[in-house]
Each structure stands twice: as C-alpha cells, then as structure tokens.
C-alpha cells in the first residue's frame, strides 16, 4: 500500500491507514524533541486553564516580553503567530512584487503559499554535489534578473547545513542592494543560537526572521512561532490575518518554554549525543551516505537500488516513518531525512535499517 505524505509528523493519517499503534510506533518523519515536552510547560498549560473562559491576550504582552528578554530586542521587533506557517502564509499579501527565489532544497510551504498568492516561484538549487554550499557570485546573478523576495532556511531544511552568520549577512547584503526582500527561516537555530543572524536582519526594513517553538520545545500540536523584524515590518505584517490565532494554553507554553533554561542545555546535550550516536550507525549501514547537520535531523543519500519510497513502505511495516525526500526540489528518490530520537528509537531505525538494505 502506497502512503503519500508531503511533510513529516503525519503519524495519526498514516497510523489509520496502516493500522499501526501510534504509541508504538517510531516517527523519524518529524524533527521533534525526543525529550518530550517540558514539565514546567505542562505545568503551565495546567495552570491557564482557567483563563480559558476568557479570550486569549491577542497583543501576547507577556510573551513578547519574554522573547524581548530572550532575544536582546524591543517587544515591537515581534510578531507572535499560531506556528511560524501561519506567517509564511501571510508574508506573500505583505511584501511587495510577484517574483520570489527559494534557496532549495527547502520547506515545501513557502512556495505554497507564494503560489496562493499569484508569485511566480524560482528555485535556486544548492547542489548536495557541492554539501550544499551557496554559491553567492551565482546568486547575485539570478537576484538580478529579477527577484523581489528570498527565501532561506539556516539551518537548512532538510539539509542540516549551517551558514555562517557572515554568509547570511552578505546574502542579505546581496538583497538589499538589489531591492529583495529577505525571509530568514531560522526554526532550528535553538541548536546553534550562536550563528543567528537575528540582529543584522532587524537592523533594516527589508527583511524577517522566523522561528518556530514547536520543535525545540516538543509542542508541535499547540502550534506556536514568531518572527523577528524592524517594528514597521512587524507593524505590517500584524495587519493581516485574523483575531485570536494563538490560543491561552500556547502563550502561556511559550512563555514557560523560553524561561526553562534548564531544559534548553538538556536538549542540545542530548541531541548532539544521540546525533552522534545515529549518524556513526547509518554510516555503518551498507549502502547509506549521511550528512553533517547543526539542526536535530539527517540527512541520508541512498547508494543501494532501492528508492527512498520504496524504504519508507517497508520500515512501515515495522511501524517506523521516516521522511521521503523525493517532494523536495533539488533532491531525489534517493534521499531520506530522519530525526534525532531516543537511543532506543535510534537503535531500533538502525537494526530496521540493515535488515531491509541487507537483503
């Protein structure tokens, strides 16, 4: 049975279809967490509850307070959003123009939304040839044939790879000389904070950074994001969308999500070890190249016959889901991204892992 799903974390569609126990079943599909959510997070959603009779803060004053403190900015270099999806898809109706440039591969919802709103969508391919290094003499060129947004995800999606807070800021140097606007997708620079970009891309008015607290924090059901700019921007894009889009129970989560500092360290000493851990095992593996990544997932080539499709079907006979690359342009059938998980969840992908490529 074929199983068609364009993003990863689609555990309960595909559990249905295959009859598969979402409890025991292992999602590499989703870079999620693998600490789960934070305590001091449930706690937090246990104690709003009770404001649930009245509506949700729609200026989320706490929370921006909080991100202002996180972040070293003003509260008014903010937007708070339901997920940072939901400000990709009202970018396109704020940014002036119709022609926009992914650096890809690259998350499949900004040319989603772009095409929702009439933008013509122009990929620029980053080689894996090349571990997807950018070429920025060759993205001058294409940025003057006529371009009015970029797009680029750092660390890259699905690709892991890390450019350097230097790279990003002569990329965004490159916009604003031609008259682009910039939209900096940062949702897994939680694992590497270092290389934001942040400051340089609020300084101006021409570009945004957005950021996803779903992932680091292990909340992808309450859905919450945020992005980053200089207060016009961030006034602008406040305009568009309705009332209400993030609920008590997410503002009160992120607040007590971003004051955990003790569950931030946790995480990234634990990824980076079960990373480690994962990415020494499918090394191993007969017929599998992976690559470095500074985000919470990797991504594999496929050098065996069998197709990356092919190996999702049947590790989901052994009810784990790992994630196809094939949607993604500048990739193929022969590549698959999987997430960091427990080291009994890693363990298990592994020994899956060999028993298909070995036959």
């Known amino acids: 049975m074929s199983i068609k799903y364009d993003h990863g974390g689609n555990i309960f569609s ?11 079943t292992a999602d590499f599909s989703a870079s999620i967490n693998p600490l789960g959510i934070p305590a001091t997070v449930r706690q937090a959603i246990v104690d709003a509850i009770d404001s649930l009779i009245h509506y949700p803060d729609n200026n989320h004053t706490e929370l921006k307070s909080v991100l202002s403190q996180e972040h070293q900015l003003t509260p008014e270099h903010f ?16 940014m002036n123009g119709k022609r926009a440039v992914i650096v890809s591969p690259a998350f499949s919802e900004y040319g989603y939304a772009l095409r929702q709103h009439h933008w013509e969508v122009v990929p620029f391919v980053v080689p ?54 910039f939209v900096l997708d940062e949702a897994f620079m939680d694992f ?4 934001s970009a942040k ?21 992808p059901g309450l859905r919450l994001g945020y992005a ?52 020494s095992g499918l ?16 991504l594999v080539r496929i050098d065996a016959t ?32 999987v997430a960091v998980r427990t080291r009994e969840e890693n363990s298990r992908l592994l020994e899956a892992l060999n028993t298909v490529l070995g036959e």
Not at 159 to 176: D, F, N, P, W
Not at 199 to 217: C, E, H, N, W
Not at 285 to 290: E, M, S
């Open 128 to 181: 894996y040839e090349k571990n997807f290094e950018l070429d920025i003499t060759r993205l001058a060129e294409t940025l003057k044939d006529g371009c009015d947004a970029l797009y680029l995800c750092n660390p890259g999606n699905p690709s892991g790879k890390l450019y350097t807070r230097e790279q990003v800021k002569e990329v965004y140097a490159l916009c604003r000389s031609n008259g682009v606007f």
């Open 306 to 337: 069998i197709t990356s499709t092919a190996l999702k079907e049947r590790l989901l006979s052994s009810w784990i889901m790992i994630r196809d690359c094939v949607t993604f342009t500048g990739l193929s059938d022969k590549f698959f991204r």
């Open 199 to 219: 400051q340089d891309i609020v300084a101006y008015p021409d570009g945004m950074v957005l950021r996803s607290m779903t992932k680091f924090y292990g909340i």
């Open 14 to 24: 595909v559990a249905r279809q295959m009859g598969m126990d979402t409890a025991r």
């Open 192 to 195: 590497c904070e270092d290389e």
């Open 79 to 94: 937007a708070v959003a339901n997920g940072s999806t939901e400000i990709i898809y009202n970018l396109p109706a704020m």
């Open 283 to 298: 090394s191993e593996v007969k017929g599998l190249k992976v690559f470095d990544s500074k985000a919470n997932f990797l």
């Open 228 to 279: 980053m700019a200089a207060p016009e921007v961030i006034a602008r894009l406040s305009l568009l969308g309705g009332p209400w889009s993030v609920n008590t129970l997410a503002q009160a989560a992120g607040i007590a999500a971003l004051q955990d500092k003790e569950y931030s360290s946790r995480t990234i000493a634990y990824v980076e070890q079960e990373k480690a851990f994962l990415k």
